[in-house]
């Protein structure tokens, strides 16, 4: 039997998607690859316990003790269980990156909606909610004055100065050594999109990556940049992102587990 190797989500894989092929991927390569799926069957730490790797991704806070106890047996998790822990709170991992001189968005906290107002004036801000992703129901633009009158979603709430730009994120995906590139309009001026045209990253696009890859401690994340008139800034990082639109995504990824299953 080849190494042991467990899938631990938050729901079973689609066919297709990046995980789904991973698995795949891992058992022909000879891993012993086993879905386990937390949310729906129990699952204890120790039933980790002499597995070679286990990847996470997907896991409401419900399955957080089961994550912190499976890291304190020294079970070895993808991502790490403290980068992941960190990237779960966007104010905690800001904190981080500015802590190392990573450039961000000028932002403060508050904890009411009427705040976030008051702040915004009339100037554009972009308010986020400290947890979920940097998108969706749970960001929204805008000034004092165009900005919804009320809460939209529930506080504390980050409000970040909108920054000048040119309407398109630039997502960079990392697993490992590997980093690959798509632009994408921006979540700010438009809806959400999964698909993307993929680039090649600038040097310091790449370098700036890697920093936030070191600062937060994960192996597998996506990194979103703003190219201003100052340079890059990141104005999102996520933990183990489906990689949608990475040309030879499972690919990549599956390099990463093998090569993390011979370090460990």
Known sequence: MGPRVTLLLGKPPKPGTLLAEVGAQLDARGCTVTLRLPH???VEAADLAQDALVV???LDASAI????EAH???VPLCNPWPGDRLLRDRRSWQAALASADVPLPPAVTVEHWAEVLDHAGGERV???AFTGP???SQVVTGTGRTLPGEAPFPG???VEERLPADGTDRKLYLAGDSVRGLLKPSTLDGPHTTSGTPFEPEPAQVAL???VQATVGVHVLGVDLLETPAGPVVVDVNAFPGFRGVQEAAALVTEHLVEHLADS
């Not at 003790?65 to 912190?68: A, G, M, R």
């Open 40 to 42: 729906e069957e129990p």
């Open 126 to 128: 972009v308010a986020k």
């Open 65 to 68: 003790p089961l994550l912190t």
């Open 72 to 74: 304190h047996r020294g």
């Open 134 to 136: 940097g998108r969706g």
């Open 156 to 158: 504390p709430y980050l």
């Open 56 to 58: 996470h991704r997907g």
């Open 209 to 211: 990556a890697r920093e």
